[in-house]
């Protein structure tokens, strides 16, 4: 999937669509209907939250959008390709240096060290440089000093910083972040968010944000707000709230 | 991505990891170590015997004659060959002679030696040195065990037959020992003169003539033998050539080797079932890790690729780890045996038996340890958002086509490399069964238990639960505990049928002594003679001669490309008698026996079973060379052998009139009427060798002596192969215990948080283990039965009478260990803090 090349452009380019998705899981005697007919599109730049309860979808709905999971009906296009029925591996490549990820639960291997889990998307994508680039987005976390730690010897806020270190290396056009600060408590919590933002501003990229907090949801020019499988509420592009324009000093 | 780069990411996520992959290592260690040992020291033993076959054969081509020597025809043809060296064997008693009254007598193995003796190798002395001149008529040279046993040193005089010899030295190694077959006494070496002065060899007394002959360099020995049999092809020889100098003690070795090795390769399976389990445990800790690499982008092929790196990667290591122990026991265990072995090989690498073992644990590991990983990287990235009830059981094509290939490659290798390959499929076939069997019952354990009507106690509940919940490693404990459980029954089957084989052989009125050559006009001192000391004694005597079947029905043996299964009778010279009676301990099953007086054509009664291997019938002809001539009878009846009453048992026993005017001596039994009575035994040897200085007696407790130390070498080897397969059981059964550890920590935080104590929760896993072990204990008990039988009857030919006391102490003990080690196993998760768990879970 072709990148975005230019990074200043302001037009209103459409990076990510979800045109009447469905997920429905289970088994075929009970099946869970988990989201009943999304649409959405997201713009170049954009910051989204993703706001509701826990069982609102939120978590599915970011699984779709990202490619982890494919929808029952309906078409997911992330920067103009439509991914909805690629299989696994096809998913697999178009997530490598498109999407980036950080979860709740930092999901880092436990057996490598944090310089070693934000080297494997850029291994997987065969980049070059790798050790370089992969130092440099961990000092950009502030983590220059916990390059040969394993997660096992950092703090929940470091392990999450190496996910964020992990999931921005390669530059993705868009970055998701699913209940960020769940794990953490409310200082280490908001030190992340701004790392998030800060980066956000610095860089062309869209970033989506699912949570349950709505006072971490207004820090983003767009809310989304989901309950029972649906958007209940989309306030659309806030401009006096957004985050300044991207890219003006993009990395 | 590069397999650089993989391998990069591999080695991270195995990185201080590698103790998830140590039951892969310890198994697959254990199975390719086994099988490297057991090859190595086969192939070590069997190519010493073939590359020191002129030593053991003492000559290029070796000409075996009973009861006689070579005639001057045949000593010319010798020579035309070769070098003739010509020796002289025989049993003997060797008499101690000294002052006083005491008259000790030892059985020996006598063997007379010309000039030329030893053709290759040493015959070395005790204090050093070689026989290098040859030996004169006065001199004799002796084992060891001999001068232990007459309390003799060097200088002594002994007595053989009517003559006296001044021992000169003490053998430390005689060159063609292992040549010269099974031996009851300790050798005594003399000259071909000296012997003649002992007047044992007598027409009739049983004694074997060799000659060794050295061909010229660049003579081919197989062709030159095959010459000479054909010039004298009713001489009854028993040919070999350097080719074959021990093939009973090659033959034994090969077949012990190959039955070892199946029993390794079984050994080998079970560790199979413990890298299966290893593997998938540690794959499916790796969900996440495997869901996270897919998060950032990781193809299938990518995660196929990593693990399978990790894997090759240990199994490399176990495999080589094992073939460097395999490679180290065989001089150790050498060592450790000493004597036991007919040759002490030096150390050697032997790559063939390496290189099979290697390729059995590959292959080992491509069966078991692929399935899994073709399911681990089907794992969903979404994986990371839901516990994934619903595991992907789809194993793919490719997968499926290199797992069958490599289980044939298993079979077709087994039968390639044994020598008797439907033996080896048959045994593969029988524990591959077993497997089965006990994979089919884990199956059905499962399954009965999830349908069952929930019991109403919690306790009970749960333990019934923990045999079919998802994830639960019912499967593989009922297979390591079953196999290890029917491993018990058939070992302890096995040994005490085996003890009970001895007991069982030495009839309530067993003879005490045998006598050989007796002289037949004499029997009636013999029988005074015993009377005197023993009136009750009873005393047997029968005719004895030996000479080999050189032909039946319309076959010559000679020229048989390859022997008869089980035709062991074809091989060697045997005893012979004639006799008016069915003799007692035969029963006549076929035909008729001769009148008494019976003066027509000869005529043959043979074993029933001898008959069935050689597909002979009544009325069909059979040829023995005795003293250099044939005699070709004709078969009249059958008889059925009862070989355990340990009397005379005769394959062949001719009407009189056949053999009667040949000349021979008698052999004896005499039973004593006080079994045991070892004064009394001796009184009665004396008495025998007394009147009979030529005569040979044989104490049977000795000779029960030798049985019993060969049956217990035997079940020590079956002990030791099967040792190693319940070790393999045991790895697998530690395994299954850890791989469900993580959830049974689970389950006993849980119960911990709602109040459950430490006791009860043992007790459900007390109720879980004793629950499966009853059940295993009765197919265990039934699976062994079968096998010990087949074992017993089928291969060793033995009777099957185990002693069931302690068959079932042994399976109530099994049962009683792995109950414990599944208890031991659990009490890391009993010592679980449900607040520390609760986080990490």
């Known amino acids: 999937m072709a990148r975005s090349s230019d990074q200043t452009s302001h037009a209103a380019e459409i990076v990510l669509e979800a045109r009447n998705v469905t997920l429905t899981l289970g088994v075929a005697d009970a099946p869970v209907e988990i989201l009943k007919g999304i649409d959405l599109s997201i713009t170049k730049g954009e910051s989204v939250a993703i706001l509701g309860p826990s069982g609102s979808g939120k978590s599915s709905m970011m699984a779709l959008l990202t490619g982890l999971e494919k929808p029952t009906s309906g078409e997911i296009v992330v920067s103009g390709t439509p991914i909805a029925n690629m299989d696994e591996d096809g998913l697999a490549r178009a997530r490598r240096g498109t999407i980036g990820i950080i979860l709740q639960a930092f999901h880092l291997l436990p057996t490598m060290t944090a310089m070693e889990n934000v080297m494997v998307p850029l291994e997987l994508d065969s980049g070059d440089a790798i050790r370089d680039r992969a130092q440099d987005a961990l000092e950009k976390v502030g983590l220059g000093h916990r390059l040969g730690h394993y997660p096992a010897q950092l703090s929940g806020g470091e392990q999450q910083r190496v996910a964020i270190a992990r999931a921005i290396v390669g530059q993705p056009d868009i970055l998701f972040a699913d209940e960020p600060t769940g794990n953490l408590d409310g200082e280490t919590g908001s030190e992340i968010i701004d790392i998030l933002f800060e980066r956000h501003r610095h860089s062309a990229a869209t970033l989506v944000i699912i949570t349950h907090d709505r006072s971490l949801a207004e820090r983003c020019g767009r809310i989304i707000t989901m309950g029972d499988g649906r958007i209940v509420e989309d306030t659309g592009i806030r401009e006096d709230i957004a985050e300044p324009a991207a890219g003006q000093d993009a990395a | ?841």
Not at chain 2, 274 to 297: D, E, M, P, Q
Not at chain 2, 587 to 602: D, F, I, K, R
Not at chain 2, 633 to 640: C, F, V
Request: proline share 5%.
């Open chain 2, 1 to 841: 991505m590069s397999w650089s780069q993989i391998w990069a990411i591999a080695r991270r996520d195995l990185n201080g990891r590698f103790r998830g992959l140590r039951l892969l290592f310890i198994c697959l260690f254990l199975g390719v170590a086994t099988l490297a040992t057991i090859g190595s020291l086969t192939s070590s033993i069997t190519s010493e015997i073939s590359e020191r076959g002129q030593e053991i054969l003492g000559g290029d081509i070796e000409i075996a004659l009973s009861q006689r020597a070579a005639t001057e025809q045949e000593r010319a043809a010798f020579a035309e060959v070769g070098t003739v060296s010509e020796t002289n064997r025989m049993r003997a008693m060797a008499r101690r002679v000294a002052d006083g009254p005491d008259p000790s007598r030892v059985l020996v193995e006598l063997k007379g030696v010309d000039a030329v003796y030893p053709h290759y190798g040493d015959l070395t002395f005790a204090g050093g040195g070689t026989l290098d001149t040859p030996l004169d008529a006065q001199s004799v040279l002796v084992a060891p065990a001999l001068l232990e046993r007459l309390q003799m040193k060097v200088g002594d005089t002994v007595q053989f037959g009517t003559a006296q010899f001044t021992i000169t030295a003490e053998i430390l190694e005689e060159p063609d020992r292992i040549g010269e077959g099974f031996t009851l006494g300790p050798v005594a070496l003399v000259s071909l003169e000296g012997l003649e002065r002992t007047g044992l060899v007598q027409p009739g007394s049983l004694y074997e003539t060799k000659y060794r002959i050295k061909t010229s360099a660049g003579a081919n020995p197989a062709e030159l033998a095959e010459a000479l049999e054909a010039q004298f092809p009713v001489a009854g020889w028993e040919v070999k050539d350097r080719e074959e100098g021990a093939p009973g003690t090659t033959r034994f070795i090969e077949r012990l080797g190959q039955f070892l090795g199946l029993v390794g390769l079984t050994a080998l399976i079970v560790a199979g079932i413990g890298v299966g389990n290893g593997v998938s445990s540690y794959l499916s800790g790796k969900r996440s890790s495997i869901a996270t690499f897919k998060v950032l982008g990781a193809e299938t092929g990518d995660i196929a690729r990593i693990y399978l790196l990790q894997l090759a990667a240990v199994a490399a290591l176990a495999i080589i780890t094992g073939l460097i122990l395999g490679a180290m026991m065989p001089p150790l265990i050498i060592a450790a045996l000493g004597d036991v072995l007919p040759v002490q090989p030096g150390i050697s690498i032997h790559p063939v038996p390496l290189l099979t073992a290697a390729l059995y644990g590959i292959l080992i590991a491509i069966i078991f340890a692929l399935p899994p990983l073709a399911q681990a990287r089907y794992v969903p990235a979404a994986g990371l958002f839901r516990d994934m009830v619903e595991r992907n059981a789809r194993i793919d094509r490719l997968t499926l086509i290199l797992v069958s290939i490599a289980f044939g490659a298993i079979v077709t290798l087994a039968m390639v490399t044994a020598r008797e390959p439907w033996f080896s499929a048959g045994f593969l076939g029988a524990s591959l069964g077993v497997l089965f069997l006990l994979a089919l019952l884990g199956g059905a354990i499962r399954w009965i238990a999830s349908r069952l009507p929930r019991p109403r106690q919690p306790l009970v509940r749960l333990a019934v639960a923990g045999l079919h919940r998802p994830g639960a490693q019912t499967g593989a404990l009922v297979v390591a505990l079953g196999l290890g459980l029917t491993l018990f029954v058939i070992l302890a089957a096995i040994q005490t049928s085996l003890t009970g084989e001895i007991t069982r052989s030495v009839p309530e009125r067993a003879p005490s002594l045998f006598a050989i050559d007796i002289p037949v006009d004499q029997e009636k001192q013999l029988r005074a003679s015993i009377a005197e000391i023993d009136p009750d004694a009873e005393v047997a005597t029968v005719p004895t001669m030996r000479g080999s079947i050189t032909g039946y029905g319309d076959i010559r043996v000679a020229d048989l490309e390859e022997l008869p299964e089980g035709a062991w009778m074809l091989r060697g010279d045997r005893a012979l008698t004639y006799s008016a009676n069915v003799p007692e301990g035969s029963e006549l099953v076929e035909g008729q026996w001769w009148p008494l007086l019976y003066n027509g054509p000869p005529q043959v009664s043979i074993d029933a079973e001898m008959a069935q291997i050689l597909g002979l019938e009544i009325g069909d002809t059979l040829t023995v060379s005795f003293l250099g001539r044939e005699i070709t009878a004709t078969i009249t009846s059958l008889r059925q052998i009862n070989w355990q009453s340990l009397g005379f048992n005769y394959l062949m026993v001719f009407s009189p009139n056949t053999l009667r005017d040949a000349p021979h001596n008698l052999a004896a039994s005499v039973s004593l009427s006080d079994a045991g009575n070892v004064e009394q035994e001796q009184q009665a040897s004396n008495a025998i060798l007394g009147l009979f200085p030529s005569a040979t007696v044989i104490a049977v407790s000795e000779v029960i002596g030798e049985v019993r130390t060969l049956l217990d070498q035997m079940a020590t080897a079956i002990t030791a192969a099967a040792a190693i397969t319940i070790l393999s059981g045991l790895a697998v059964l530690i395994g299954a215990i850890a791989a469900s550890r993580q959830a049974r920590t689970y389950d006993s935080v849980i119960l911990k948080t709602l109040g459950a104590t430490r006791r009860q929760i043992l007790l459900v896993q007390a109720m879980e283990y004793g629950l499966l072990a009853l059940l295993l204990a009765a197919v265990a008990l039934a699976l062994g039965y079968a096998a010990s039988w087949y074992v017993m009857t089928q291969i060793f030919q033995f009777s099957f009478e185990p002693d069931w006391t302690i068959v079932l102490m042994t399976l109530g003990g099994g049962a009683l260990l792995t109950l414990v080690v599944g208890l031991v196993g659990a009490l890391p998760v009993l010592s679980a803090k449900p607040a520390q768990a609760l986080r990490h879970l």
